[in-house]
């Protein structure tokens, strides 16, 4: 878990990254669920709200996410976009449909309250671990 919080601790955003550099794309193969909820948390904190997009069976991991976020009251849906996207099949040689999903989500009034006290947790905790 350690090694997570630090991947996305080293994450930088620049404007030249991508046409919207609030959009994390999931993918339920590369990385792990709380590797996503860490970096939309930080996506959060520098531009206010995150985007998190998702193709077929990727859906269900950005749908856990954006739960995950709001249960933990530190998000609010702002707007949720569904459509199919053709991509190539490669076995195939021919475009196939696959579902696609937009989730946008806000901070809530209490987002930097409980990111500052999540923080805190955490330094104490690893004080108590070196003693």
Do not use: C, W
């Amino acid at each position: 878990m350690e090694e997570i919080t630090e991947g996305v601790n080293n994450v930088h955003i620049t404007a030249a990254d991508a046409h919207k550099s609030n959009r994390i794309q999931v993918s339920n193969t590369k990385k792990p669920l709380f590797f996503y909820v860490n970096l939309a948390k930080r996506y959060m904190q520098q531009h206010d709200e995150v985007e998190l997009s998702a193709l077929g069976m990727a859906i269900a991991t950005v749908v856990t996410i954006a739960e995950i976020l709001k249960n933990n009251g530190l998000a609010i849906e702002k707007k949720i976009t569904t459509s199919t996207v053709d991509v190539k099949d490669e076995s195939r040689g021919r475009p196939i449909q696959k579902a696609k999903i937009e989730i946008l989500l806000g901070k809530t009034e209490k987002f930097e309250e409980l990111m500052a006290a999540a923080a805190e947790e955490r330094d104490v905790g690893n004080g108590e671990e070196q003693n």
